[in-house]
């Protein structure tokens, strides 16, 4: 059948409808998307309904007209003892929070400013809460004309209490290690850069570690050793220093990458993506030691003569071809460990802190890439 057909069916069955209903427009749009719902075409919801509407007589009309209407008053009543029932919950959370700040005030852990500015704030949103419970929850239903049954939109979103930090800084360490999950929770609705500025600290302190035992691994003799150990110590020395502002930009930048990739309408600060960035550093650390007590025992010594440069190169050339079967054995297995682990943990981070508006396998491929790249870097270079 041609939709010019279907067309002049469907202007007959307005028709029909304009007799037994108030709104013939409405309804009938309305009962062709619940024939649709039921998996039907369009065309097939007209013509179902052009064959049993001709046989409903003017009278059962009248009652399927009366029934929506009751349908209509039920939904309504059922939103809106939802709405009750939601603010309900919110004032029991506020009076809770109240009898809570009364025992951390009465126990000294809590200064009387901070406890007035809490009282006030949980005060005012009860009475607000309140007032709404009185008067603006209630519906009257009206008999104008029948209007189709809107979905029921969920209650307002009250805001919920500012959230009261859970762990310590030693605490998230901790957790990071043995609860990611609880951890990165805590730091996504509590951020802070101090706790990032130790992770970072740490690193330096780590990668100063591992550069001082490379330099154990080092040695020189003859005429040149003493001053060639000065300056290999002195450009080490800068490399750390140097290191530790890299550490510090690439922070920042992977930060900003971390904000605007895993948004997904969140809108949520740079504070919150540079503290999961940086806390997830942790995996890092961690693998890094273990790395480096590994290395310790399988790092060949370099023994330089500086009487003689072509053997000092060739010295070099030997120890690099030493290094190359070591990287790939040992170094490439535990950085990627480590990339995985600073995935999961940034993934956990991003979705809590986006409120789940990124989803955990978006914020663990975010961070998979951006390590990744920089795992590629360091071992080109």
Request: proline content about 4%; aromatic content about 12%.
């Amino acid at each position: 059948m041609s939709s010019a057909d279907i067309d002049e069916i469907y202007e007959e069955l307005l028709e029909i409808f304009k007799d037994r209903y108030i709104s013939p427009k409405k309804i009938l749009s309305y009962k062709i998307i619940e024939l649709m719902k039921e998996g039907r075409s369009r065309e097939n919801a007209i013509l179902a309904l052009y064959e049993t509407e001709g046989k409903i007589t003017p009278a059962e009309a009248e009652v399927l007209e009366e029934e929506a209407i009751k349908k209509k008053q039920t939904l309504e009543e059922d939103i809106r003892k939802k709405k009750e029932e939601a603010i309900e919950q919110q004032i029991k959370k506020h009076k809770k929070s109240l009898e809570k700040l009364a025992i951390l005030f009465s126990k000294g852990e809590l200064d009387e400013e901070s406890y007035r500015a809490a009282i006030k704030f949980h005060e005012e949103k009860t009475a607000k809460l309140e007032t709404e419970t009185k008067g603006e929850v209630t519906v009257k239903p009206k008999r104008e004309s029948i209007e189709l049954p809107a979905p029921p939109s969920p209650p307002e979103v009250l805001p919920e209490e500012p959230y009261e930090r859970s762990f310590s800084l030693a605490q998230r360490f901790y957790k990071l290690l043995t609860s990611p999950s609880e951890a990165m929770r805590d730091i996504a609705f509590a951020p802070d850069y101090y706790g990032v500025l130790v992770v970072i600290a740490f690193e330096v302190v780590y990668l100063s570690a591992a550069v001082v035992m490379v330099f154990q691994k080092i040695r020189f003799s003859g005429p040149y050793a003493t001053t060639l150990s000065g300056m290999l110590s002195g450009l080490l020395v800068a490399a750390i220093f140097v290191a530790a502002i890299i550490l510090l930009v690439k922070w920042l930048g992977k930060s900003l990458i971390v904000k605007y990739f895993c948004d997904s309408g969140s809108g949520w600060d740079f504070k919150t993506a540079a503290s999961i960035t940086g806390y997830a550093y942790i995996a890092d650390i961690v693998m890094g030691l273990i790395g480096m007590c590994v290395g310790w025992f399988l790092l060949p010594t370099l023994h330089f003569e500086t009487a003689d440069l072509e053997a000092m190169r060739q010295t070099l050339n030997d120890y690099e071809a030493q290094l190359s079967w070591l990287r790939l054995l040992y170094a490439l297995p535990f950085s990627l460990f480590g990339l995985l682990w600073k995935s999961y943990l940034g993934g956990l981070g991003t979705r809590f802190g986006t409120k789940e508006k990124c989803s955990l396998n978006m914020g663990i491929a975010v961070f998979f890439v951006l390590s990744l790249i920089g795992l590629l870097i360091s071992f080109i270079t």
